[in-house]
């Protein structure tokens, strides 16, 4: 138990609290931690070539064709951008299991 003093008008009050209400606030018990996290949209590589199709004929801006597509702009730049980069329209393909020798 500690004694906290609250000032009032020149008056000093002391009250009593317990460890439990602690003035600080605790991070750990926010409700955030039990929100599940928002899972990435799977973009296949039709989709791919044809939003690519759509920046390279001038077929809207980036936010126009995120919004045709409903992807998120985000998504659109970054696939522009790898193929502005590398020209390449496809998913690479992932890494797995490989066999000792």
């Not at 600080?24 to 690519?52: A, H």
């Not at 045709?68 to 496809?90: L, S």
Request: some cysteine; overall charge positive.
């Amino acid at each position: 138990m500690c004694y906290v003093n609250l000032y009032n008008s020149s008056l000093i009050f002391q009250t009593k609290m317990s460890d439990s209400d602690d003035l600080s606030t605790d991070l750990s018990s926010s409700d955030e931690e039990n929100v599940p996290k928002q899972e990435y949209t799977k973009i296949n590589d039709d989709i791919r070539k044809r939003l690519i199709d759509c920046l390279v004929n001038n077929r809207g801006s980036i936010p126009d064709v995120a919004r045709m597509f409903d992807i998120h702009y985000q998504t659109v730049y970054a696939i522009w951008n790898v193929y502005m980069k590398t020209g390449r329209t496809t998913k690479l393909k992932r890494g797995g299991f490989k066999k000792r020798k």
